[in-house]
C-alpha cells in the first residue's frame, strides 16, 4: 500500500492483515518508494494514493505497469474529479476508489483487482463514462463482443484465448479493434462501457 499518511497506511495494514485471503508485504509513503517495493515484493495488487510529495501516484503507476504489467494497480484517493480520474486510468490503474467508501469496498476490490477484474467506485466510473462518447454495441463482430464479454468477467488474455481456442495474439487483437470502436484504451474503460450498455 502506497500512501504519505502513516496513519492512512497503518489503517489499510489492519484492515488487509484481517482478511484470510489477503497478505499485506509492505508499505511506501511516496512514488519511488513504491518503485523500489514493487520491484522487491513483486505484489499482486498495490493500493496506490495519488497525491504524494515527490513521484505522485499517477507517474508511480505508469512505471509500474511498464516494468511489472502483472501487477494491479488500485487507486484510493479522495479525488473523484473526472481528471484526476482519469489520469490514474490512463496510467494504468486498474480500479479507482475513493477514501470515504466503506471500508470492505477496499477488500473486495483488491480481491477483484487481483482476480483481473476492475473496481470502480460509483463515481469513478461516472467521471470515466462521462469523458467518453457513448458507443453502441452493435458496432462490434460476434468475435469482438466475445472477448470483450471475457475481459468483463476479469479473464486475462491468456485464459480468453484458451477458452476460444485461439492464440494471444488472435485475442490482443480483437482487443484492439474494440478498443478503437468503442473509444475506450484501457481494459477498465472496456468494463465501464460494457456494463454502461447494459443499463
Known sequence: MVDD????RHGLAMLLSSADDVTP??????????????ERHRPDVV???????????????????????DTAVVVLSSFS?????LEAIDAGAAGYLLKDGDMDDILRAVRAAAAGEAPLAPRAAQAILSARPA?????????????AEF???????KDIAERMGISEKTV????????????????????????????
Open 172 to 199: 490482443k487483437t480483437h482487443l484492439t479493434h474494440v478498443y478503437q470502436r468503442l473509444g475506450v484504451a484501457t481494459r477498465t474503460e472496456l468494463v465501464a462501457a460494457m456494463k454502461a450498455a447494459r443499463g
Open 25 to 38: 508485504v509492505g508499505e511506501a509513503g511516496d512514488g519511488e518508494a513504491a518503485l523500489a517495493l514493487v
Open 151 to 157: 475481459v468483463v468477467e476479469g479473464l486475462r488474455n
Open 5 to 8: 499518511h502513516e496513519l492512512v
Open 47 to 69: 493500493l496506490m494514493d495519488i497525491s504524494m510529495p515527490g513521484m505522485d501516484g499517477v507517474e508511480a503507476t505508469r512505471r509500474i505497469m511498464a516494468d511489472h504489467p
Open 135 to 147: 458507443r453502441s454495441m452493435p458496432e462490434l463482430s460476434v468475435r469482438e463482443r466475445e472477448v
Open 81 to 85: 474529479e473526472r481528471r484526476m480520474v
